[in-house]
């Protein structure tokens, strides 16, 4: 394989309520709404992103509403991203520490990996979230919400896979996307892509196989892997199926071009071009202020929206 992948492009896990997701978001972690559609594959449910001031890649969290009454939480298990790793400068531990506890968000106990100091906590639906404070090269542009510029999340560290066979899914990570294993601790196994800065981790840890992850409000539904145009996510297309990796055609997701593949411990990856990004279709000082469609659905605008529940965005007030 001569093709390779580059480092997070986006996570995208399922949220219940909208408006509390939007509000832990912004209000919380001070990340921006950088986009607000629908799933373009179920267009009766929100889509939301966030990310730093531009939505670059790396940065950016995504989540499809579930709202429904019948969406029954995700659980976290085997076949899973289990927590999504921001990271922040080291300085900022005691600040974060203190701005989720005032907003009732219980911490655990900071710990130590790979000589690095973690915060873990849950979004509202129960995602695992993390902060990594670290020098890392931050990956994002200053961003203009609640947070003070020295302590802003300078998007992704890194994401942990839970897998009941943690060698097959690292077999399948370095033979086909091109990533290195850097570091083996504490049950933990550490791969690593180049991107612009100096490396994106993704940690591998294996759990017991049953009960296995389930998807829903909560669980992360895939993550994505960054490419830099359609004739580099092409090249690897052609290389995979070239060696019998099944993986799909390309969709066009608007901000991005996709596809999709499953390693075998049962994560699903998703190859995304880094172009043509969120201003394709709003300037960037205006993303995420009103509800954007894919030219295809635009004639049913009317009737999607009224399918909406309203909701109130941080940048309109
Ligand atoms: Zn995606």
Request: aromatic share 8%; hydrophobic share 35%; charged share 25%.
């Amino acid at each position: 394989m001569t093709e390779k992948v580059y480092g997070i492009h986006h996570i995208t896990a399922i949220a219940g309520d909208p408006q509390r997701n939007i509000d832990f978001y912004t209000g919380v972690l001070g990340l921006r709404l950088v986009k607000l559609t629908v799933n373009f594959d179920d267009p009766g449910t929100y889509h939301l992103y966030y990310g730093d001031e531009q939505g670059r890649p790396g940065t950016v969290l995504t989540f499809f509403a579930w709202s429904g009454a019948g969406a029954l939480p995700g659980r976290a298990g085997a076949g899973q991203v289990t927590a999504v790793a921001f990271t922040a400068p080291p300085a900022s531990l005691a600040y974060w520490q203190e701005r989720l506890h005032e907003h009732g968000i219980n911490t655990a106990p900071p710990v130590d990996r790979f000589g690095e100091p973690v915060l873990a906590f849950r979004d509202p639906d129960g995602l695992g979230l993390e902060i990594v404070f670290t020098e890392t090269p931050a990956r994002s542009s200053p961003s203009a919400g609640p947070i003070p510029v020295d302590h802003v999340l300078r998007g992704f560290h890194s994401a942990t896979l839970s897998l009941s066979d943690g060698e097959a899914t690292a077999a399948f990570m370095r033979r086909w996307l091109g990533f290195t294993l850097t570091g083996e601790r504490d049950g933990r196994r550490r791969l690593t892509t180049e991107d612009d800065g100096s490396g994106t981790p993704v940690d591998l840890v294996t759990v017991p196989p049953a009960p296995n992850g389930c998807m829903g409000p909560g669980a992360v539904h895939h993550i994505a892997w960054r490419t830099p145009d359609e004739e580099s996510q092409h090249r690897l297309l052609v290389e995979l199926r070239r060696h019998g990796v099944e993986a799909s055609s390309v969709r066009d997701r608007t901000y991005f071009r996709s596809i999709y593949l499953r390693e075998p411990g049962g994560v699903l990856f998703e190859v995304a071009t880094d172009t043509p990004g969120f201003a394709v279709d709003e300037p960037l000082e205006r993303l995420g202020r009103e509800l954007r469609l894919p030219p295809w659905l635009e004639r049913q605008r009317s009737d999607i929206e009224q399918a909406l529940p309203p909701l109130r965005l941080p940048n309109n007030e």
